[in-house]
């Protein structure tokens, strides 16, 4: 079993849709949940991070972490052309910068 | 933001020889860089970290001395595949941690290997 697991899509959502993106994870261990947006042929850039239960928004996005199921939520409100990527959940055992754990990737395709 | 430059973004070589890459913190210090290594559709794999003066740390299965690592300064880590093979073909992305107050991880664009 992988250690973190994530739907590798492709996802195809209509301009202005909801787009909810998830994770499960099996180490209860981990601490510090993060969401990377990475476009073709580049590097991933760190979207959101939260290391607590609960929700956090950050304009259209809102990454939500559920600790006690082990499941880990990205929302993204009004979603854009822009945002079509692959979106790669990450989690690490102690703070944003140590080594990380990341999932498959979910590749997102947003349509005119 | 913080930025960090890979070098070469693509690199095509033939089967047996070595290719260096750099990976280099441009307006930071980092004294941690982390060396990832991502297949077609698959996720980062984490394949060593690298501390500023101090030998590499390398995730299991990942063969050292075939993926040599230099850490010599604040801003620039370097990984070298040595005699390659078509199975080494990957894209290779950096991440550097800034030492400052913010210690937030920052990733290279990466670089596209083919080995024919």
């Known amino acids: 079993q992988k250690e973190v697991e994530q739907d590798p899509g492709p996802l195809s959502v209509p301009e202005g849709a909801i787009v909810s993106l998830n994770c499960t994870y099996s180490?209860?261990?981990?601490?510090?949940f993060m969401w990377y947006r990475q476009y073709s042929r580049k590097g991933p850039e760190l979207l959101m991070y939260t290391y607590s239960s609960g929700n956090k928004e950050d304009g259209r996005f809102t990454a939500q972490v559920d600790k006690s199921s082990k499941y880990i939520s990205l929302f993204i409100r009004d979603s854009q052309p822009s945002d079509s990527a692959t979106y790669l959940c990450a989690m690490t055992l102690t703070g944003t910068a140590s080594k990380l754990t990341f999932g498959t990737g979910t590749r997102l395709q947003v349509t005119l | 933001g913080a930025v960090v430059s890979q070098h070469p973004s693509w690199v095509i070589c033939k089967s047996g020889t070595s290719v260096k890459i750099e990976c280099r913190s441009l307006?930071?210090?980092?004294?941690?860089m982390f060396w990832y290594r991502q297949f077609p559709k698959q996720s980062l794999m984490l394949m060593a970290t690298s501390n500023e003066g101090s030998k590499a740390t390398y995730e299991q299965g990942v063969e050292k001395d075939k993926f040599l690592i230099n850490h010599a300064s604040l801003t620039l880590s370097t990984l070298t595949v040595t005699s390659a093979h078509p199975e080494d073909s990957s894209f290779y992305i950096c991440?550097?941690?800034?030492?400052?107050?913010?210690?937030?991880?920052?990733f290279g664009e990466g670089s596209r290997l083919t080995v024919l």
């Open positions: 307006d930071f210090q980092a004294t941690t």
């Open positions: 180490n209860s261990a981990f601490q510090y």
């Open positions: 991440s550097a941690r800034d030492r400052g107050h913010t210690g937030e991880l920052f």
